[in-house]
């Protein structure tokens, strides 16, 4: 991706020196992610253009120096197929790292395929490789999990467990999910496996309110109804309280303020949605937060822990949750153009980029 608003150029990159503790992998998929649109249009600070998009990636290690052990002290081998945590450099130093323990925020942090430049190396998941700087944190995939389960999955469901983690969900409870792109699909399905009680999912259009019902939804409203129409169904399956927990996964403002009027008094509103600056919106803070004692948390970016647990969620889950369906198109690195303007346009629910042409 050479700068904001270009065509994508097919490049030839040199294979980086592996140095010890280092890898390179050969990539299988990439995902094509709603960040990704927003890095083709300018609309992240700090990127260093040209990149390499791509955060979230799956791969088989063609080559490692060195002993690099995963999370058991497991050594990892040449062949082994794995993911990884696409966030590195985190100091565990700083403030953030060690007194707040909110490593997203560490200012040392640099993300693959986001905030590491093409000048940097092969940082980035649409290549037909991707170096494993010592430290990049892989995770295994089994030997019987399905890599386009895990891909389908993917940024969102790494982002939606994240979240539903923040939302402190109990047994029971009922949720409202607002947006039923990949992040919302995987919320609606992280509430249904965490015991929640009514899943209702928010958001436009029909299809992907039908596929929201296969991820668990028990219940799902379009934008064609208004808000208020909206509401009043929320409340009338709550006993006139209102959802226990709203998950904002839209990135529109305007569903913030929804948000607040979706959850009961005492509540929990988590927003996971508004990854760049999508705007204000006006709420009002006595009625919406104070009077009702909302409890409202942002979420963003991810840890290893969610991504650690992803793989595991999907290896458990994935014949019960359609995550594999999710991926509703494949393309190869000459045809990235044509793959993020698909998801752009919403087109498609998911998008991968498979270098090798696989699918
Ligand atoms: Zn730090
Ligand atoms: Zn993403």
């Known amino acids: 991706m050479p700068a904001p608003n270009q065509a994508l150029e097919l490049r030839e990159a040199r294979?980086?020196?592996?140095?010890?503790?280092?890898?390179?992998?050969?990539?299988?998929?990439?995902?094509?992610?709603?960040?990704?649109?927003?890095?083709?249009?300018?609309?992240?600070?700090?990127?260093?253009?040209?990149?390499?998009?791509?955060?979230?990636?799956?791969?088989?290690?063609?080559?490692?120096?060195?002993?690099?052990?995963?999370?058991?002290?497991?050594?990892?081998r040449e062949g082994d197929l794995v993911t990884f945590l696409d966030v590195h450099e985190t100091c565990n130093h700083c403030y953030h790292c060690l007194v707040a323990r909110q490593p997203t925020r560490c200012p040392s942090r640099r993300v693959y395929g986001i905030t590491y430049g093409?000048?940097?190396?092969?940082?980035?998941?649409?290549?037909?490789?991707?170096?494993?700087?010592?430290?990049?944190?892989?995770?295994?995939?089994?030997?019987?999990?399905d890599p386009e389960v895990f891909i389908g999955g993917g940024c969102g469901l790494v982002t939606a467990l994240h979240a539903v983690d923040i939302a402190r969900l109990r047994l029971g409870e009922s949720v409202a999910v607002l947006g039923v792109g990949p992040v919302g699909q995987s919320m609606v399905a992280l509430a249904a496996l965490s015991g929640a009680g009514e899943v209702v999912a928010i958001g436009e259009p029909r299809d992907r309110l039908d596929f929201a019902h296969r991820m668990g939804a028990s219940t799902t409203l379009g934008l064609e109804m208004p808000h208020e129409g909206r509401l009043a169904v929320v409340r009338a399956m709550t006993g006139g309280r209102g959802a226990d927990v709203v998950l904002e996964a839209t990135g529109s403002p305007d569903a913030v303020a929804q948000a607040l009027d979706l959850v009961r008094d005492g509540g929990r509103v988590v927003i996971a949605g508004h990854y760049t600056d999508n705007g204000p919106v006006t709420i009002h803070p006595h009625w919406q937060v104070n009077r009702k004692h909302?409890?409202?948390?942002?979420?963003?970016?991810?840890?290893?822990?969610?991504?650690?647990?992803?793989?595991?969620?999907?290896h458990r889950f994935g014949d019960r949750v359609p995550w594999r369906e999710m991926v509703s198109a494949r393309y190869r690195l000459d045809d990235a153009d044509e793959a993020l303007e698909a998801v752009a346009s919403r087109e498609v629910l998911k998008a991968l980029i498979a270098p090798s042409g696989r699918g």
């Open 15 to 76: 294979a980086p020196d592996l140095e010890p503790g280092a890898a390179l992998l050969q990539t299988l998929y990439s995902e094509v992610c709603g960040t990704d649109v927003h890095l083709h249009h300018g609309r992240l600070a700090g990127v260093p253009y040209p990149i390499v998009p791509g955060h979230v990636s799956v791969g088989t290690i063609a080559a490692l120096r060195g002993r690099i052990v995963d999370v058991h002290g497991d050594a990892f």
């Open 118 to 145: 093409l000048s940097e190396g092969l940082l980035g998941g649409w290549a037909e490789a991707i170096w494993m700087k010592p430290g990049v944190k892989m995770v295994r995939l089994p030997d019987d999990l």
């Open 294 to 314: 909302v409890e409202l948390r942002g979420c963003w970016g991810s840890e290893f822990s969610h991504f650690y647990r992803a793989v595991d969620l999907a």
